[in-house]
């Protein structure tokens, strides 16, 4: 594999145009050097891909690459991601709704990547690129409100109607000062804003029904980079573990750990599934900026593969809905609902394979609102995603590659490392880790024997995906529901532009940085942030070391 890689990588660096970025024989303004640092490699030699052009979040990691049949295998589960699904009720990609959030996986990852921020105005969950994320929940509890799913719907396929009304959303974008008035020492100035989006009960269907709704509040959380998430995943549990622990001996940021998650050396939540087969195995937490998931096999992409289309696959027969089974109730009860769902349910179950969705009255009618009741609510669904489209889309999924480093030779991106490291921003921004032996975990026990034979592995490799797998807090007003942030990978990051066609750099949970310096400084605008000491040094460096650090960052 070893070799494999290296040949790769010669190939690659011989074959790629020549740009600013890339590191070739043939660039007498950009020289090779002698040897290249381990940095470089962001995957190690199992996950590094050398391309760095439009293209550099799609590639397979070299392990894909090496076996004809897992190659196979991630070329099928990339269609699954890019191509929309349909409403229909056969053929491929079938199955969306009868509420859903996107069609398909890519309109959340233009290009592969992070999300793209949004102009004010209305939410357009249709626009490839807007990855945004409605966070509805309760501010005085910061739980989830049970009326909406966890992911709120905004579409549906007739006759039903959508949990929410998307043209009645609104996103506004509001200016920020700080303490320091958007102004360096030097005089140098940069501007900083915030998103604010507001929905309207009106815009809640079952208030229009008559529901009350509460108290609520919304926040935005954009999707992240999927490339590189089976490395993460192949960090040992017991390396976390450890990570943890040294972080709470040392005491070192003034917000300390989330101990919902830890305390006193010990795991106080972790993941564990018991709705799919799952045996409640507890696994820690890795994914989501919530730390919602466990292991990459039943982490964020292998729930959206199903809530966020509601296509079922074997161990998800059932629709992706609200937990309070309010949309079930009132749908039911919906006259235009009941309308339609005849001819609906017709195409659906033309067999009436399923005689509770066809249940009559004494006279012959149909009981409309109990047949839409129990097919909204029915843990028997026919499957619409077969088991292997599922297992090929985790093998694309967990067989991306990360973009190496770029500039690795450039002075400025080797001063601008040198720094990051002496104001200690690397103490979240964790440089690097060593995977473990990287045996496949899945909550959800589907990927066991030889479907887990089937995923890609990278044990024993050297990654540097700058985070420390651990949440901390900026403070920044119009925070993240909790406040508590998992520090975001910041591999790659520099290439989302280039990527994903977007007009700005979108950097943090909710894409409020345009540029890699607003990012840096939204660190700072609270005292009680956990960044706001190396933001006070970072203030303090010259202009030319200002910008160093920020070429060095949209280096890695």
Not at 414 to 436: D, I, S, V
Request: proline share 5%.
């Amino acid at each position: 594999m070893k070799k494999h890689f290296y040949l790769l990588a010669c190939l690659a660096m011989s074959l790629v145009a020549c740009s600013d970025d890339e590191i070739t024989p043939d660039n007498p303004d950009n020289p090779q050097p002698e040897e290249l640092p381990e940095w470089y490699y962001t995957g190690g030699e199992l996950g590094t891909t050398f391309n760095s052009s439009s293209t550099a979040f799609e590639d397979p990691t070299p392990v894909v690459d090496a076996d004809a049949t897992m190659t196979a295998s991630f070329n099928r589960g990339e269609q699954f991601f890019e191509k929309p699904y349909t409403a229909n009720f056969e053929g491929m990609r079938h199955g969306l709704g009868p509420v859903y959030i996107r069609t398909s996986c890519q309109h959340c990852h233009p290009g592969y990547g992070h999300g793209q921020s949004q102009p004010a105005g209305s939410f357009n969950t249709n626009k490839i690129g807007n990855g945004y994320l409605l966070v509805v929940y309760n501010p005085e509890t910061n739980a989830y409100v049970s009326w909406l799913a966890g992911m709120p719907q905004t579409q549906a396929v007739a006759p039903f109607k959508s949990p929410l009304d998307e043209t009645q959303i609104q996103l506004t974008w509001h200016e920020y000062t700080d303490e320091w008035s958007n102004k360096f020492p030097d005089g140098e100035t940069y501007q900083l804003r915030y998103p604010e989006v507001e929905i309207p009960q009106s815009a809640v269907y079952v208030y229009n029904k008559g529901y009350d709704l509460g108290n609520y509040d919304v926040r935005l959380e954009s999707t992240i980079g999927i490339y590189g998430t089976g490395l993460l995943d192949a960090i040992s549990d017991e390396d976390l573990k450890a990570e943890y622990t040294k972080q709470e001996k040392e005491g070192y940021l003034k917000n300390g750990l989330n101990e919902t998650i830890f305390k006193n050396g010990e795991w106080v939540k972790q993941y564990s599934n018991t709705a799919q087969g799952g045996d409640g195995t507890l696994y820690p937490l890795r994914y989501t900026y919530a730390l919602s998931r466990g292991p990459l096999q039943d982490a964020a992409g292998a729930n959206a593969f199903w809530n966020i289309t509601n296509a079922t696959r074997s161990d998800r027969r059932f629709h992706y809905l609200d937990a309070a089974g309010t949309y079930a109730k009132y749908s039911s009860e919906d006259p235009d609902v009941q309308a339609g769902f005849r001819a609906y349910i017709e195409q659906a179950d033309p067999d009436h394979s399923h005689s509770d969705w066809h249940i009559q009255n004494a006279e012959g009618t149909y009981n409309e609102q109990q047949n839409i009741y129990n097919y909204l609510t029915s843990k028997e669904l026919d499957v619409e995603v077969s088991d292997q489209d599922y297992i090929d889309l985790m093998v694309w999924h967990r067989g991306l590659a990360v973009p190496a480093a770029r500039n690795v030779d450039d002075e400025a991106v080797l001063r601008g490392k040198e720094l990051f490291e002496q104001l200690n921003c690397t103490y979240c921004h964790k440089p690097n880790w060593t995977t473990g032996n990287d045996e496949i975990r899945d909550p959800a026990r589907f990927f066991v024997g030889e479907k887990a034979d089937q995923l890609p592995r990278y044990p024993n490799q050297k990654i540097w995906p700058y985070t420390d797998m651990i949440q901390h807090k900026l403070h920044m007003v119009n925070d993240i529901r909790t406040g508590w942030c998992r520090t975001t990978p910041l591999w790659g990051r520099g290439l989302h532009q280039r990527c994903t066609g977007a007009e700005y750099a979108d950097r943090l949970h909710d894409c409020r940085a345009r540029t890699t310096m607003e990012a840096i400084m939204w660190h700072g605008t609270n005292p009680q942030s956990d960044a706001y000491e190396q933001i006070v040094e970072f203030r303090k460096l010259s202009k030319e070391d200002r910008d160093a650090v920020v070429k060095f960052l949209d280096s890695i």
